[in-house]
């Protein structure tokens, strides 16, 4: 188990996937350039969203920031890593991955952790119009407890969006394909579903138990709670749920690219070679 | 040193590769030839551990590409028939990334991304975007890429396919100078006469059965046990090739009504000289005399059908 954690996390030469995502995101020279007009736009918008919240704080609870980073969060994830594996086979960079002396977990494994590093960096941002929120707002006293456990909602659940992703890269011949499928359980869980539940006449007590995985749900009974209360049935349970199911993802994606034929089953059409 | 013990690739109902068998030494560079589907690039596949053999298995320097994929992968420098770059990377970096995978130590990457390039003639192009190389230098890259961890046996599938003529004798002056390396090169393509230049052996598939394997001159030699002489000769082939078969270096003699005559010859220069100066003092017009020396392509044509899996 220590070694395996070693060779995923440590000693796992597929981190450089860190590197490509800060490059690939980051990077605003070269071809990289049109980065520069995304970033200083997303700066703008992030500089004035502050300022909302500044003028405003005495008004916003900071959970609801914490539903807009879930949103954003959600949307990120499937953007950054629908090509993670999908790509590579399109780039036809996959086998050199394959026959250089990395595991299939390894490979996994990196590509979600360069994920994990960009999402942390979204995440960091909106840290600090939450904690203003937080300082800010009079009309109900802030659990810090509570508001934590509204951060861990969003991370983990962004952590569950990404490892889908990485799943469905890996089980499709093309990124943008992983993308929709990606986008469209998202929507059908998110949206589609819960209205559909409240459009049949379900109460929105009862709505609860199908929605139990909802990350907004949860948030909602976050804000509800009272701010003394213990955790109960929202929001830690939800955390190790949203873990575990990461982890779960993950292994089937390793379990995916594992399967006896794998390269076969994407040789592009029509190429009759051996 | 790789041995290759009957490996053997199925597919449902197909049979890619029959199990076939060779030996290859340091310093070797083997050129394996066959039609599209004949089960180079399957074999190749299941050499570089990406495809798993049904039977059989593949041994380098100890190492069994079943038992211990990761050992064999270490020692391998695989080039793909296609590009397979980042687009988004310079020069140096897509080097960097491969050196990061392989675990070359951080202190000695830089001296390896640098000798590499150089070795592959790239050294002006460390600081450009890979998608700004020409064909010939992104072939090269990628061969770059595949020496960054000093690999023992380099597996290059069709690397000179599109190359310009100018590319492409680059490329064969650098795989001659990885053989010298003593690296085991295993090339597959189908311009033959350029693999006849610099491989020391070949291997000739066909419906993934190995149909010949070993030295060019070898191989030539099976098919063509006996030198061929063939003069051109303006009226009177069939007395000539009469006159001719009464020689006692010559083996057979044949003519067509163009006026060509095959000899098939058993004998030194001396004899081949004093064939010509029969042919002139008995009065034949002779237009041309000269050896038709069997080639790689001779070779794979008579061995072959075209047929595919």
Known sequence: ?????????????????????????????????ANAAVLT??????????????????????????????????????????????????KRTWDLLLAAPVTKAQIVAGKFMGALGALAIVSLFFQVPILIAAIGYDEQKISWWKLIEAELVAFTFALDVCALTI????????????????????????????????????????????????????????VERDPQSPSGIWGVPQILVYVALALVLLAWTENTLNFPENEVKFIPKGDKNA | MLEVKNLRKEYGGLTAVKGISFNLNPGDIFGFIGSNGAGKTTTIRMISTLLEPTSGTAILNGADVRKDPMAVRR?????????????DVKVWEYLDFFATIYKVPVKERATVIDSVLELTNLTVKKQAFVQSLSRGMQQRLCLARCLVHDPSLLLLDEPASGLDPRARAELKELIAELGRMGKIVIVSSHILPELADFCNTVGIIERGELLAFGPVDKIVQEIQPHRVLVANILEKADEASHVLSGLPSVLNSAYTDDGEVRIEFAGDFAAQAQILTKLVQDGFQVTAFREDSADLEDVFLRLTTGAVN
């Open chain 1, 167 to 222: 799943l469905f890269s890996a089980r499709v011949k093309r990124g943008l394909m992983a993308l929709g499928a990606v986008l469209g359980i998202l929507v059908t869980g998110i949206a589609i579903i819960p209205l559909f539940l409240s459009s049949v006449g379900m109460a929105s007590s009862t709505l609860d138990v199908p929605c139990y995985l909802h990350p907004y749900f949860v948030l909602t009974h976050l």
């Open chain 2, 75 to 87: 020692m391998i420098g695989y080039m793909p028939d296609f590009f397979g770059l980042y687009d």
């Open chain 1, 41 to 90: 736009m997303l700066l703008i918008i992030y500089a004035g969203f502050v300022l909302v919240v500044i003028q405003n704080c005495a008004v916003i609870h900071p959970i609801i920031l914490v539903f807009l980073e879930i949103t954003v969060l959600t949307i990120f994830a499937p953007m950054m890593l629908y090509g993670s594996i999908a790509g590579e086979r399109e």
């Open chain 1, 1 to 33: 188990m220590k070694k395996r954690f070693r060779d995923l996390f440590i000693d796992n030469p597929m981190l450089v996937e860190m590197t490509r995502f800060r490059r690939r995101f980051l990077t605003v020279k070269g071809t990289q350039s």
